[in-house]
């Protein structure tokens, strides 16, 4: 506990009341120096009585450099309070809400709930907070602060870059065509969201009122690819987004992909919630070379240096920029799961 500046302010006004009263005899300066000392010791109390705050937050979704995540905390207590979350600088809080330290900052009686948007920036793990629960009597004389150890993950993932590698991964890598993706399985009536290619126009000639498919047993689930970063010193996160962006290709091309990173590895697996486990995963990973008995038969190898990044399919080897098509995200209207 302790007193604010405008606790010190009455204090320095009580002291100078009583040497003025004591060297003129001004008694009525006592009649201002006695409220003063009630107010300060009243306030003491208040603060001395006011229960340890808590907190309890919502979890913060993961996502790309850029994007904006809402973060919910509510802080449960009583009295006048500063609640202070204090923000890591992988993430930056909306400046309606920071503080000069970058920090999201909101004065309220307690219970209160603070909401503010962060922007995502560094790819990696933060933390936000833990917070601080600055906790003063009604007048704001007397303070007591307390530190909450409630905090949450914001999950920053690598940037994903359109690339044009598809076919070359198709073609170098799993050894077939494009075109080559199904073997025939039935006819079946369509459905909305069925591609028109897949349209059977010989039966559905038949009988003009239906529209039918043909629906394909769909064998590219057996075809898995071995993807593999490395990266020198300083070159981590060009490492990351460009294992990043061949992963996403390749997960979208209906083929399974295993991650051996430096430090971390993903099993091999498909679709959606394994694409968000490879994303996270390359949010995690740090720099290096994986274990030399892990590049033996790895299919896509994905390197970073000062030089910039390389790309090996197969027996080839590509600078990564000369394939990537665009910097936009390509999952940026898809969503991205928790």
Known sequence: M??????????????????????HGAR????????????????????????RPTADRGAVSPGFPGDVREVDLAVDGGGVATVI???????????????????ATVEASLPTTLTYDVELADRGRHSLGPVLVRVSDVLGL???????????TALVYPPVYQVAGREALLREVLDRDAIERHEFDEIREYVPGDPLRDVHWKSTAKDP???????FADRRIEDTVVLAASSEDGAVDEMAAAAASVAVMTIDAGVGVELRAPTVSVPTGSGVDHRDRLLRALALTE????????MEDVDVHVHADADGVTLTLGSRTHAFDDLTVSRANPLADRGVSA
Do not use: C, K, W
């Open 2 to 23: 302790q007193l604010t500046r405008r606790g010190y302010a009455l204090v320095a006004v009580v002291v100078v009341a009583e040497v003025l009263a004591v060297v």
């Open 287 to 294: 720099g290096g070379h994986p274990d030399p008995s892990e």
């Open 142 to 152: 007397v303070t007591a602060e307390f530190d909450v150890p409630e905090t949450a």
């Open 85 to 103: 979350d204090r923000a890591p600088d992988g993430v930056t809080v909306d400046p309606a809400t920071a503080d000069a330290s970058g920090s």
């Open 209 to 215: 009122e239906e529209m039918f498919v043909t629906e």
């Open 28 to 51: 009525a300066l006592n009649a201002v120096a006695a409220p003063a000392v009630i107010a300060l010791v009243v306030g003491a109390v208040e603060v001395v009585r006011v229960e």
